[in-house]
C-alpha cells in the first residue's frame, strides 16, 4: 500500500534564510513579522509618509521658481519627504516589535548583538548553566564585555567565573559586566547595543586583534556549547542592514 502524498498544505516551507533573500523580501519578511505586535504598523507607515510627503511638497514649492519645473521638483521633493520619513518609522518600530518578540526568550541578548556595526566580534553562549543562565562575549573598541542574561544572582556568578578566566588570557584588556534584564542594575533588551556602544573607546586595532587571539586560544579548550533554543524572530538577520545606526 502506498503512503498517501503529502498535500500542499501539509508539506509547508521551510523558514526562508534571511542572508538569501533580495532587499524586497527582507523588507516583506520584516513587515509581517513586525505586523504581528504592531497591527498599526502600517497606519503609521501611510500617515508619516502624508505628513512628511505635505511638508516637502510645501518647502519646494515655496522656493523660487515657476512653471512646470516648480511642480516637478514640489512633487519630488514631496516623494522623498515622505519615503524618508516612512522608512525611518518603519525602521523605529520594526525594531522595537523585534526587541519585543525576542524579550525574555533565552539567546535574546545575542540575537540583539548581532545588529552591531562592524570591529565588534561577538561569540554567543560561551558559558551558560543548566537553568540556560547565559553568558554571552562581545570584544570591541571598550575591550571585553561579557552579558549575561538569566536569573540575575546565578548569572552574576557565571559573569565573576568568566571575569576571571579572561583576566588570566587577557589581563591588560578592560573587561565590563552588564547583566540583560528589567531588573535594578540590569540593561533592558532594547537598550543593551546602545549601552555596549557607550563603554568608550579603550582598546585600538593591534591590541583588540591580540586580544582576539588570546580568546579563541582560550574558547579552543572549551567544551562545544550550544546556545540554548527559543523562538527568536529570524527576521533579526534580514533586519539588521536596515537598523544599524538608528
Same mark, same amino acid.
Given at each position: 500500500? !502506498?503512503?498517501?502524498?503529502?498535500?500542499?498544505?501539509?508539506?509547508?516551507?521551510?523558514?526562508?534564510?534571511?542572508?538569501?533573500?533580495?532587499?524586497?523580501?527582507?523588507?516583506?519578511?520584516?513587515?509581517?513579522?513586525?505586523?504581528?505586535?504592531?497591527?498599526?504598523?502600517?497606519? %503609521?507607515?501611510? /500617515?508619516?509618509?502624508?505628513?512628511?510627503?505635505?511638508?516637502?511638497?510645501?518647502?519646494?514649492?515655496?522656493?523660487?521658481?515657476?512653471?512646470?519645473?516648480?511642480? $516637478?521638483?514640489?512633487?519630488?521633493?514631496?516623494?522623498?519627504?515622505?519615503?524618508?520619513?516612512?522608512?525611518?518609522?518603519?525602521?523605529?518600530?520594526?525594531?522595537?516589535?523585534?526587541?519585543?518578540?525576542?524579550?525574555?526568550?533565552? /539567546?535574546?541578548?545575542?540575537?540583539?548583538?548581532?545588529?552591531?556595526?562592524?570591529? %565588534?566580534?561577538?561569540?554567543?553562549?560561551?558559558?551558560?548553566?543548566?537553568?540556560?543562565?547565559?553568558?554571552?562575549?562581545?570584544?570591541?573598541?571598550?575591550?571585553?564585555?561579557?552579558?549575561?542574561? /538569566?536569573?540575575?544572582?546565578?548569572?552574576?556568578?557565571?559573569?565573576?567565573?568568566?571575569?576571571?578566566?579572561?583576566?588570566?588570557?587577557?589581563?591588560?584588556?578592560? $573587561?565590563?559586566?552588564?547583566?540583560?534584564?528589567?531588573?535594578?542594575?540590569?540593561?533592558?533588551?532594547?537598550?543593551?547595543?546602545? !549601552?555596549?556602544?557607550?563603554?568608550?573607546?579603550?582598546?585600538?586595532?593591534?591590541?583588540?586583534?591580540?586580544?582576539?587571539?588570546?580568546?579563541?586560544?582560550?574558547?579552543?579548550?572549551?567544551?562545544? $556549547?550550544?546556545?540554548?533554543?527559543?523562538?527568536?524572530?529570524?527576521?533579526?538577520?534580514?533586519?539588521? /542592514?536596515?537598523?544599524?545606526?538608528?
Amino acid at each position: 500500500m !502506498k503512503a498517501p502524498k503529502a498535500s500542499k498544505a501539509t508539506k509547508g516551507k521551510a523558514p526562508a534564510d534571511p542572508g538569501k533573500m533580495s532587499r524586497r523580501q527582507q523588507m516583506a519578511e520584516t513587515y509581517r513579522m513586525t505586523k504581528k505586535s504592531d497591527p498599526r504598523i502600517g497606519l %503609521w507607515i501611510l /500617515g508619516s509618509f502624508l505628513v512628511f510627503g505635505a511638508i516637502g511638497f510645501t518647502i519646494f514649492k515655496i522656493l523660487p521658481g515657476s512653471g512646470v519645473i516648480e511642480w $516637478i521638483l514640489s512633487v519630488v521633493g514631496g516623494l522623498l519627504f515622505g519615503l524618508l520619513a516612512a522608512m525611518i518609522i518603519f525602521g523605529r518600530r520594526a525594531q522595537n516589535a523585534a526587541y519585543s518578540q525576542m524579550e525574555g526568550q533565552p /539567546g535574546a541578548a545575542a540575537a540583539a548583538l548581532g545588529m552591531l556595526r562592524r570591529g %565588534w566580534v561577538t561569540e554567543p553562549a560561551i558559558a551558560f548553566n543548566r537553568q540556560q543562565d547565559v553568558v554571552h562575549r562581545v570584544v570591541g573598541p571598550p575591550g571585553i564585555v561579557l552579558i549575561g542574561e /538569566g536569573n540575575p544572582t546565578r548569572v552574576r556568578q557565571l559573569l565573576a567565573s568568566e571575569r576571571r578566566k579572561h583576566e588570566r588570557v587577557a589581563s591588560e584588556a578592560p $573587561i565590563h559586566e552588564i547583566v540583560c534584564g528589567r531588573g535594578e542594575d540590569e540593561v533592558p533588551l532594547p537598550k543593551l547595543v546602545r !549601552k555596549v556602544q557607550k563603554l568608550g573607546r579603550k582598546v585600538k586595532g593591534p591590541e583588540l586583534t591580540d586580544i582576539i587571539h588570546r580568546l579563541k586560544a582560550m574558547d579552543a579548550n572549551r567544551s562545544n $556549547i550550544p546556545i540554548p533554543k527559543g523562538p527568536v524572530p529570524t527576521s533579526m538577520k534580514g533586519m539588521r /542592514g536596515n537598523l544599524r545606526g538608528r
